[in-house]
């Protein structure tokens, strides 16, 4: 009966098939004229690893073999490449394998011996991102997360840095602070209340806290819901492909993976000066305080520091910032410094050009008296004052010297700790990736490392190519007057297309809802930069005023999409906003005309 004879025939070639895929390490099924399957077959050349070759074009019954590798693998098209009897599949695939180290794995015939198809190190914004994604794409995912107590003892839940000591606490006291203003603001409004006001430290962090104790446990649950493993235990390798994770009690516990992404973040660097450690807090110790810092020295000068030192100043407090050099290093220097200049003109003192040599105690307390002494970075000078709580803001240091990452054979950049990716975040040790923070010369901002995990593990497990995209990154420095950025400062235009070829148009600017409280006149200020060599595209955009991360956030879309002036110009504005400002800039930078706003 010709059915059965045809059934037969069929098993007969599925069962040759199959003998082939299993006793030979790698096959591949090709058509002699596909440059697809040349540049798989040119791989295993290349690889010098023997591979057994099925040309379907030349054979006689090469079309029966192409449909039944559809039935066996729902691939019809060639090459379909199989290694120690599993489908890699195409060339795309077989060369992403390549890329991500799945290849060398498979040939070693380790597949099944591991764990977890990945284990991700670091449960903040860029791992978390990263497991969900990857267990979405049905992988079998493990995240740990471990948080090292401060030397104060402070310690955190689930979430990483953003929420538990960044941006979340961060942006809800600078919120509190504003609040103050807006209390002031309200008389002129017309409100009338005659009980004095007063900030209650307490109140607030308690809030804020039970606020970032809900999101931990949102964290938690959307691991559950989306099946990836989740450990409370801090990871370190002992191999290439396993890690030693222990817990706060001292258990450990051994996992191994095919896949690992490394996402263990920074935490706050100290002076290395005397009493440094013993009194001082950083901004890990801040948000929980348990009690109200008093008059506060902040020592740095970029995002943490002033961003710290401005809403503590916003709360009341008597706040010094103490600058080794500039304000916000890499930022347009002019709005740095205006910015600087508003948070003087509200309070806040800077000693300029000194560091801090020692710290001592005078009397313990809640909080107690400290003694700092500093010196001047030009002259002989020595400086001593008093304050109750030293804030030490002076940059980051990546957590990747104590997660045996020369145990995996993993390179780091010695001098800073930061490890080196290709442009798909990948290491030098092609099974293990790296996202966020970690990364050298990338931007430390939490959107990035979210963006980097998610793209990747779409990447590896997705068959996706879209890669992180660094370039005109927005962001915003929460100072009491935010200032928002997105592309390059005046000073890198200027250094990359020279003088003559940038145009900048600014103005100042004053809110609507500034002018009845009578404040800050001429302090906000709007600019742009425009490339001068290719159709004026706007390269730098600058804001310094309210709102700042919800104005630069549509405006870092539109330079995205390659916004030249001339599109600023015809875009019409919104009235009465700060935003619209950029929609009239008319004033040039060169020409030297007046800047002051002259009304809607
Ligand atoms: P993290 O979020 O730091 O997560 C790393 C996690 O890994 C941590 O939980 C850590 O404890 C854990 N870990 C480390 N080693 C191990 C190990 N061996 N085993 C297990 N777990 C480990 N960014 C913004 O975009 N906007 C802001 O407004 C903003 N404000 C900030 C304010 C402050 C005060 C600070 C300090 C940062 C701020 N940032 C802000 C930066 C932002 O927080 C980081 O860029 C972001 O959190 C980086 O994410 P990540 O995944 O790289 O690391
Ligand atoms: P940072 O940007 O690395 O700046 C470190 C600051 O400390 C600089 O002002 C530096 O001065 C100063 N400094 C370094 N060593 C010093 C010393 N020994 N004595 C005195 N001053 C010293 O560090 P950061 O402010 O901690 O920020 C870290 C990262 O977190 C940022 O890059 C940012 O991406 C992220 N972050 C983002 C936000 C946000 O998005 N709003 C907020 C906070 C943090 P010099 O200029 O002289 O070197």
Known sequence: MPPIEKDTGKNELKTKIQKLIDSNQVVVFSKSYCPYCIQVKDLFKELKIEFNVMELDLMENGSNYQEMLLEMTGQRTVPQVFINKTHVGGCDKTMQAHK??????????????????????????????????????????????????????????????????????????????????????????????????????????????????????????????????????????????????????????????????????????YLGVPGDKEYCITSDDLFSLSYCPGKTLVIGASYVALECGGFLAGLGLDVTVMVRSILLRGFDQEMANRAGAHMETHGVKFIRKFVPTKIEQLEEGSPGRLKVTAKSTETDETIEDEYNTVLIAVGRNACTDKIGLDKAGVKVNPKNGKIPVNDEEQTNVPHIHAI?????????????????????????????????????????????????????????????????????????????????????????????????????????????????????????????????????????????????????????????????????
């Open 436 to 600: 966020g923070d970690i990364l050298e010369e990338k931007w430390e901002l939490t959107p990035v490392a979210i963006q980097a995990g998610k793209l990747l593990a779409r990447r590896l497990y997705g068959g996706s190519t879209v890669k992180c995209d660094y370039i005109h990154v927005p962001t915003t420095v929460f100072t009491p007057l935010e200032y928002g950025a997105c592309g390059l400062s005046e000073e890198r235009a200027t250094e990359l297309y020279g003088p003559d070829n940038i145009e900048v148009y600014h103005s100042l600017f004053w809110p609507l809802e500034f002018t009845v409280p009578s404040r800050d006149n001429n302090q906000c200020y709007a600019k742009i930069i425009c490339n001068k060599l290719d159709s004026d595209r706007v390269v730098g955009f600058h804001y310094l005023g309210p709102n700042a991360g919800e104005v630069t956030q549509g405006f870092g879309a539109a330079m995205k999409c390659g916004a030249t002036k001339e599109h600023f110009d015809a875009t019409i504005g919104i009235h009465p906003t700060c935003a619209e400002v950029f929609t009239t800039l008319e004033v040039s930078k060169r020409s030297g005309g007046d800047i002051t706003q002259s009304g809607c």
């Open 100 to 269: 991500d180290g799945s290849l060398q794995q498979l040939l070693s015939g380790e597949k099944e011996a591991y764990d977890y198809d990945l284990i991700v190190i670091g449960g903040g914004s860029g791992g978390l991102a990263c497991s969900k994604e990857a267990a979405m794409l049905g992988k079998k995912v493990m995240v740990l997360d471990y948080v090292v107590p401060t030397p104060t003892g402070t310690t955190w839940g689930l979430g990483g840095t953003c929420v538990n000591v960044g941006c979340i606490p961060k942006k809800l006291m600078h919120q509190t602070a504003l609040l103050a203003t807006a209390i002031q603001d309200a008389r002129k409004f017309g409100w009338e209340f005659d009980e004095s006001v007063k900030h209650n430290w307490d109140t607030m962090k308690t809030a804020v806290n039970s606020y970032i104790g809900s999101l931990n446990w949102g964290y938690r649950v959307a691991l559950r819901d989306k099946n990836v493993d989740y450990v409370n235990a801090y990871a370190e390798f002992i191999e290439p492909h396993k890690i030693k994770a222990t817990n706060k009690r001292g258990k450990e516990t051994f996992h191994t993976a095919a896949r690992f992404v490394l996402a263990t973040g920074e935490r706050p660097r």
